[in-house]
């Protein structure tokens, strides 16, 4: 896998970057989680809590506090997730799965628990610029791509090169965990990422789910 090796045009400045986005995208491959497998290998629908747990602790970096780092278990678990948040994983098929509401909600939970200066916000029927324009302000995102099966998935956007139109992402996908950490952040093209991003299956409609993004953001 290939990484930009100079900064692009649509990359934030030195000065507008924080200081995780100064580095390499492959630095994030870090702060890679496995969302794990349900029993006989089928995998998980612990996207939502893994990406979340993710990006807290990539936080917790930046905020210099390295006596803690989060599990998807403690979003899981120490989140006060209503139904409607997160379906029960008891339910077949479709347990686990977490709502663009239920991640907003647990990380504002756990920022105000942590005594963190930071906030979630949901963006729904978002575009291009909205993603190029939250990284180069040095935000961070989730961003739910929807399956052709119907299934969805939380991937977290961490870089975009407008160079070659590439979107890097801190994917929870469980095979990355056999890959070296510096291999474990993906690329793949916009117009790929963007035909799953912005697909829409039945469920989809009904929900309101429409090109979905968090953006997580530092208070001023």
Same mark, same amino acid.
């Given at each position: 896998?290939?990484?930009?090796?100079?900064?692009?045009?649509?990359?934030?400045?030195?000065?507008?970057?924080?200081?995780?986005?100064?580095?390499?995208?492959?630095?994030?491959?870090?702060?890679?989680?496995?969302?794990?497998?349900?029993?006989?290998?089928?995998?998980?629908?612990?996207?939502?809590?893994?990406?979340?747990?993710?990006?807290?602790?990539?936080?917790?970096?930046?905020?210099?506090?390295?006596?803690?780092?989060?599990?998807?278990?403690?979003?899981?678990?120490?989140?006060?997730?209503?139904?409607?948040?997160? &379906?029960?994983?008891?339910?077949?098929?479709?347990?686990?799965?977490?709502?663009?509401?239920?991640?907003?909600?647990?990380?504002?939970?756990?920022?105000?628990?942590?005594?963190?200066?930071?906030?979630?916000?949901?963006?729904?029927?978002?575009?291009?610029?909205?993603? &190029?324009?939250?990284? &180069?302000?040095?935000?961070?995102?989730?961003?739910?791509?929807?399956?052709?099966?119907?299934?969805?998935?939380?991937?977290?956007?961490?870089?975009?090169?407008?160079?070659?139109?590439?979107?890097?992402?801190?994917?929870?996908?469980?095979?990355?965990?056999?890959?070296?950490?510096?291999?474990?952040?993906?690329?793949?093209?916009?117009?790929?990422?963007?035909?799953?991003?912005?697909?829409?299956?039945?469920?989809?409609?009904?929900?309101?789910?429409?090109?979905?993004?968090?953006?997580?953001?530092?208070?001023?």
């Amino acid at each position: 896998m290939e990484y930009p090796k100079q900064q692009t045009l649509d990359h934030p400045s030195k000065e507008e970057q924080s200081p995780i986005q100064k580095t390499f995208p492959s630095f994030f491959g870090q702060f890679y989680m496995s969302q794990g497998f349900r029993d006989k290998g089928v995998i998980s629908n612990d996207c939502g809590p893994t990406s979340l747990a993710m990006i807290i602790n990539v936080i917790l970096v930046q905020e210099n506090i390295r006596n803690l780092s989060l599990r998807k278990e403690n979003i899981i678990y120490q989140s006060r997730f209503r139904f409607w948040d997160r &379906i029960p994983a008891t339910l077949p098929a479709v347990g686990g799965a977490t709502a663009p509401w239920g991640i907003v909600s647990a990380f504002n939970q756990w920022m105000l628990k942590l005594g963190l200066p930071w906030s979630a916000e949901r963006i729904n029927a978002a575009n291009r610029h909205t993603i &190029i324009k939250n990284i &180069i302000s040095g935000k961070y995102i989730s961003a739910l791509k929807v399956w052709k099966n119907g299934g969805a998935h939380w991937v977290n956007i961490i870089d975009f090169s407008s160079e070659d139109d590439m979107v890097y992402t801190l994917d929870p996908n469980p095979y990355l965990v056999h890959l070296p950490q510096n291999r474990r952040v993906q690329k793949e093209s916009w117009d790929k990422f963007a035909t799953d991003w912005q697909r829409r299956k039945p469920w989809s409609y009904l929900f309101g789910i429409d090109r979905e993004l968090i953006i997580y953001s530092r208070n001023l």
